[in-house]
């Protein structure tokens, strides 16, 4: 079976230091990776994602970047954090291409509070 | 672009009470639509999805939806809610075309009251 890792679980950085999250997924291939962003009734904003390694698409310019350097890791990374990142990160995969398949499962999220 | 809109921030229902949860999305073509819970303190997992066929799609926990082509909505109901269905509700939208991401609304959060 099919499982996403998110770590660290819990995060608090100061303003201005840089940030690396990671997602893995285990028990597939080639799945399409997605970054979330996660506020408290803003519901949950897709960040980027990627249909295969080295390919990011950034859906919402900002502070963020993302890479795929493996086909089952997705990592969120910043050069210096801002207040108005702080946030609950979600990493979802799902598989390649359309059809019945293609719903998108949710790893357990990173809190990331920046000070 | 896609839009996904949930009309209620939050809902406090008392037990037994029925449940619906308004969800339109903005996009003409052909769409699949989803719906996702977030208990508390654990993962969002999907709930239910519409791909085509009977509009009417039944999902886990005793919940459904209804997909109305032509207003456009994709809402929830249960008929008697538990204090378990405690949760965050997000739709969810996705193009029925290649690799698309899901477009989500910002949530409903459900409260119910024993």
């Known amino acids: 079976s099919q499982t996403i890792h998110q770590w660290p679980a819990t995060l608090v950085q100061p303003v201005g230091s840089p940030l690396s999250l990671e997602c893995t997924v285990e028990?597939?291939?080639?799945?399409?990776l997605y970054w979330y962003r996660q506020a408290a009734g803003r519901g949950l904003q897709l960040l980027f994602y990627?249909?295969?390694?080295?390919?990011i698409s950034s859906e919402v310019p900002q502070n963020l970047s993302a890479s795929r350097p493996q086909d089952r890791q997705f990592i969120l990374s910043s050069k210096k954090l801002l207040l108005s990142d702080s946030g609950f990160y979600l990493c979802?995969?799902?598989?390649?291409?359309?059809?019945?398949?293609?719903?998108?499962?949710f790893g357990p999220g990173t809190r990331l509070t920046v000070l | 672009a896609q839009s996904v809109s949930q009309h209620n921030h939050h809902v406090i229902l008392s037990e037994a009470a029925s449940l619906e949860l308004g969800c339109n999305y903005s996009?003409?073509?052909?769409?699949?639509l989803f719906w996702y819970v977030q208990y508390p303190g654990q993962h969002l997992q999907l709930l239910l999805k519409?791909?085509?066929?009977?509009?009417l799609v039944k999902g886990i926990k005793g919940f459904e939806a209804e997909f109305i082509k032509s207003k456009f909505s994709f809402n929830l109901r249960k008929p008697s809610v538990q204090w378990s269905d405690t949760a965050e509700y997000f739709c969810?939208?996705?193009?029925?075309?290649?690799?698309?991401?899901?477009?989500f609304g910002k949530g409903t959060r459900l409260s119910v009251i024993a």
């Open positions: 519409y791909f085509s066929g009977d509009p």
């Open positions: 028990g597939t291939s080639n799945p399409n």
């Open positions: 969810a939208v996705r193009l029925n075309s290649g690799n698309t991401p899901l477009v």
């Open positions: 990627s249909v295969g390694i080295g390919q």
């Open positions: 979802a995969w799902s598989v390649l291409g359309r059809g019945p398949y293609n719903e998108q499962f």
């Open positions: 996009y003409g073509g052909t769409v699949n």
